[in-house]
């Protein structure tokens, strides 16, 4: 917007004042979100030049069972992680809302009351996290480190060295089904969480206040914010996120094995930190998570195909970790020099 002189015959200002900020180009690549679309674009482009069964649609389109699950957690873990805190037993949650599932299953229960089982477990897991951290003013971490253990004793205590199964095939439907004979139905409900999230974080006063917190908790409680409410109300949702994935997972494998989901919390993490939100806190977006999710699932993948053991994808996971978590400091370290 052009300053205006306020009386006719006057001269105008040389200066332009804009209601925003225009365009550049240097600060656009310099967000994480570009660099993530741009890496993601290279190994799409790297899988399908040196793969030659990589670039097909119905193949892509399964590719998604591989990470639509975790990324069902990494949603909530995001929020989570923004607000200074962590979830370590995700894991553990999974394992125990699939073990529930397989309890109301044996004992007759209506196949269409399998979910809110899943989700009544989960929900109940991250009320436990959720009670100790807040009431008891305890680490987060030191806390999920602990009821993992607990979630995974009562899920291995409960199913000793076997496996429920005989699941019915309405959850059978929802963990191997499509849409259109295309499309997973895992995929598409990540989408529509995605959506939800992105919403709540970047729309709302709801997700205002979370990154208020993440900034600086005591200021955001001064400023009247129920912090530990907040806190609260996330480790719940992120429990509930782990049931939901325990519902997909279960009726994908049509199984409850005493391994389930072993391992994922560290995969779960590295999406969350990959996706550029900040493990201070405070700082991050849904759409960088969903292009780190994306990127791990092109790499997945393109691994899967090449015959490469998964112990290399375990290994690849652990550099990202590191290297997503010491690439920003070190960059503002080169920044702060200059």
């Not at 119905?58 to 909530?76: H, M, R, V």
């Not at 529930?100 to 044996?106: E, R």
């Not at 929802?174 to 409900?189: A, L, M, T």
């Not at 791990?296 to 994808?313: D, K, Q, R, S």
Request: with cysteine.
């Amino acid at each position: 917007m052009n300053a205006t002189p306020l009386v006719p015959g006057a001269k105008t200002s040389r200066y332009a004042i804009r209601d925003r900020a225009g365009f550049r180009l240097r600060e656009l690549m310099r967000r994480w979100e570009t660099l993530l679309a741009l890496l993601f674009v290279a190994v799409f482009v790297a899988n399908s030049l040196l793969l030659p069964n990589f670039f097909d649609f119905y193949n892509l389109a399964d590719s998604t069972f591989n990470f639509s699950e975790k990324a069902l957690i990494a949603l909530p873990m995001a929020l989570l992680i923004i607000c200074r805190e962590i979830d370590i037993s995700v894991s553990g949650i999974l394992a125990l809302s699939s073990v529930a599932m397989g309890l109301a299953n044996h004992y007759g229960m209506p196949p269409q009351g399998l979910l809110f089982v899943a989700l009544a477990t989960g929900t109940a897991c991250g009320l436990l996290n959720g009670f100790l951290v807040t009431r008891f003013a305890l680490p987060s971490i030191v806390v999920t480190i602990g009821t993992v253990s607990l979630f995974r004793g009562l899920s291995s205590v409960i199913l000793g060295d076997q496996a429920f199964t005989g699941y019915p095939q309405l959850l059978v439907d929802w963990g191997q089904g499509y849409f259109f004979d295309v499309i997973p139905r895992e995929f598409v409900v990540l989408i529509v969480f995605v959506m939800l999230f992105a919403f709540l974080l970047h729309a709302t006063s709801w997700g205002r206040r979370i990154y208020a917190i993440g900034n600086n908790p005591v200021a955001a409680r001064f400023s009247g914010i129920p912090v530990d409410r907040y806190r609260l109300a996330l480790f719940m949702l992120t429990g509930a996120m782990a049931g939901l994935a325990g519902y997909f997972l279960t009726g994908r494998i049509g199984s409850t094995r005493p391994n389930i989901a072993l391992g994922w919390e560290l995969e779960v993490i590295t999406m969350v930190i990959l996706g550029g939100v900040s493990i201070a806190g405070g700082a991050g977006s849904i759409g960088g998570v969903l292009l780190a999710v994306l990127t791990l699932g092109m790499v997945t993948y393109g691994l899967a195909l090449a015959n490469i053991p998964g112990i290399i994808m375990t290994i690849v996971v652990g550099v990202l970790l590191l290297v997503t978590i010491a690439l920003p400091r070190l960059l503002r370290g080169t920044y702060a020099t200059k």
